[in-house]
């Protein structure tokens, strides 16, 4: 009896042992994330409208395939706050678990980013805030736009169940936390062990394999994504930078070809940064084909005033132009700064072209003229006749006081002094200037016998 009890012990252990095994290597493997899939998607350089098209197709690509987990590699120094916005409702409608991984810089908008994520992780190094409002001239936004991004940095921090007061502390230097480096005029900027103190990252981790088995997907597929060349393109060329020197290009070029013969450099030129601006904010969904459309047509209407009297066709050609530019741009204000500073080059170096190469070349050869008359080319501009003074003669036709008058069987125009003389009065030149022969009226008794 006792044997038999001792082997039903025996056999009870053995199960439990084994059951205890089985959940064990289930649990195990579940925390590895087999079977699980994992996307790695770079946030990455300045924050502009083209990484906003990025991570849109990206995320929304993940849903499609039904990705179990978003990783966001995060090294910005910041951006646009537009650009910004747009990344962050991204983020909100995102119904995948995500984590936002510093891996060196999320400064300004990055910072932005990184708090919409699900998740906060940093490497050692990395560094967290800064997050001030400038203008693209490098000074301090107006108090409306600053108040305006400050409640965006403080609502992303509370829908993450962060506290909003260091996030406000990132973008608002009046806040005095001079236990985290940021006294009172200073914008708050976190290490990673002070954003793990804060709740503001949920650890630190060294590398990419580290945080995997962080989040218990070691075991996962991880799919990273990147830009495609279109998107790096479009990135670049939509930068606030490169806007207003595309710009310049465009407008140089174009003026400057019709200076010069034919269709060369300079027009290709001018031609290929248009195509470049339209094409990088296509790529970027900034704009449409009604930009295009009136793009085209201003500069139909441009050259069509070439032939066209009044101006108006010119006038509409360079406003349509200006507004496709507009309708292209998702900040109206810089767009404006773009085109001033492509304006304000274009007269500078068109004026300096000008006057070391002329005008004689190119399309204006065919409205202005050019050629000229000299002495050298055996040309004489008049000869004044003076052996015509004192001559007598009659008038052919009434003097008013232009007119004809016949002079020893040769016919000459005159003018008179200023008073009227008939047809048929006698009349005297008195001097001649150059081709201007002057005559006065003959009395009676003047007349020679």
Request: charged share 20%.
């Amino acid at each position: 009896m006792m044997i038999r009890t001792l082997r039903l012990r025996l056999w009870l252990a053995v199960f439990i042992l084994g059951a205890a095994s089985l959940m064990l290597s289930f649990d195990f493997a579940q925390a590895e994330g087999e079977g699980e899939t994992v996307y790695v998607i770079p946030v990455e350089d300045t924050v502009e409208r083209g990484m906003a098209a990025f991570l849109k197709r990206t995320t929304e690509e993940a849903k499609e395939n039904g990705v179990d987990h978003i990783i966001f590699e995060v090294d910005t120094p910041g951006g646009r706050v537009d650009a910004a916005g747009e990344i962050g409702e991204i983020f909100q409608d995102l119904d995948i678990p995500n984590t936002a991984f510093v891996t060196s810089r999320a400064y300004s908008a990055g910072s932005y980013i990184a708090l919409n994520a699900d998740n906060i992780y940093m490497k050692p190094q990395a560094t967290m805030g800064a997050s001030g409002v400038i203008n693209s001239d490098g000074t301090a936004a107006d108090k409306k736009a600053q108040s305006a991004w400050i409640s965006s940095m403080a609502a992303a921090a509370e829908t993450n169940g962060r506290d909003p007061l260091y996030a406000r502390a990132m973008a608002d230097a009046d806040i005095d936390l001079p236990d985290y480096g940021a006294p009172e005029g200073e914008f708050l900027t976190l290490g990673p062990g002070e954003a793990e103190e804060v709740g503001y990252a949920e650890g630190i981790v060294e590398d990419r394999n580290e945080l995997l088995n962080e989040l218990r997907l070691s075991g996962a597929e991880v799919v990273e994504q990147n830009p495609t060349l279109s998107e790096n393109v479009a990135r670049f060329l939509t930068d606030p930078v490169v806007i207003p020197i595309l710009l310049s290009v465009a407008s140089l070029g174009l003026v400057v070809e019709l200076y010069s013969p034919g269709f060369g450099l300079p027009g290709t030129m001018g031609v290929t940064a248009l195509v470049l601006f339209f094409y990088g904010h296509i790529v970027a969904g900034l704009a449409g084909y009604e930009a295009i459309i009136l793009l085209v047509l201003g500069i139909g209407l441009i050259v069509a005033e070439f032939f066209l009297p009044g101006g108006i066709a010119g006038i509409a050609g360079v406003a349509a132009i200006v507004f496709s530019l507009m309708l292209s741009s998702a900040d109206m204000g810089h767009m404006a700064m773009s085109i001033g500073i492509a304006l304000l080059v274009t007269v500078i170096v068109s004026v300096i072209l000008f006057k070391t190469m002329g005008l004689e070349r190119g399309f204006f050869r065919h409205i202005i003229l050019n050629d000229s008359t000299s002495s050298e080319q055996g040309y004489v501009s008049s000869v004044s006749r003076l052996d015509l003074i004192g001559l007598e003669g009659t008038a052919v036709t009434p003097l008013r006081p232009s007119g004809t008058a016949e002079f020893n069987g040769e016919r000459l125009d005159v003018v008179t002094e200023g008073v009227f003389i008939g047809v048929n009065q006698k009349v005297k030149i008195m001097k001649t200037e150059g081709s201007r022969i002057v005559v006065r009226e003959l009395k009676k008794e003047e007349e020679t016998t």
